[in-house]
């Protein structure tokens, strides 16, 4: 497929200058991720687009949203300062994170302590209650009330 046909390059919507991951649209909203916490949100179309802050400098690689309102995005904390390029994910330590919002980003926190290293790179919701992740290592997480609680389910060993 030549992609200069089928596709027109848009420019970056992000002042920050950060990479996306992920964008999604229902409708004329959507939603990108990226780098650095960047959040963006379009409510027309991606003509223009809005910054929303997050607290946090999360590398965010998937959002999935529902409805108008109600998504996820998924990212591992960067911690750049404790990491070395060279070094695996596993081995930098670092936490996969999941953000909800119903209007607002709202932190939560799916690992603990045992659950180091293990970074989520992908993420899909069904309706509002149930929902998917997975990571590193075979890690995969789900939901069956909209993230309240998140269940681990480790790959099977051969």
Known sequence: M?????????PHPAASGYPLMDVQFIGKY???????????????????????P???????????????NEGWAAGEESGWGKRNELMRHD?????????????????????SSAENGRLLFALDFVNEKI????????????????????KHFPRPEH
């Open 30 to 52: 959507g939603w990108a991720v990226g780098a650095m916490g960047t959040i963006l949100r379009t409510e027309d179309g991606g003509q223009h687009w809005v910054h929303i």
């Open 2 to 10: 030549d992609a200069v046909i089928r596709y027109q390059s848009a």
């Open 91 to 111: 081995q930098r330590g670092g936490y996969g994170y999941i953000y909800h919002t119903k209007r607002r980003w709202k932190n939560m926190r799916i690992a």
């Open 54 to 68: 997050l607290s946090a400098d999360a590398d965010l690689y998937r959002v999935k949203f529902v409805n108008e």
């Open 131 to 150: 929902g998917y992740a997975s990571g590193e290592r075979g890690f995969l997480l789900k939901t069956i009330d909209g993230g309240k609680i998140g």
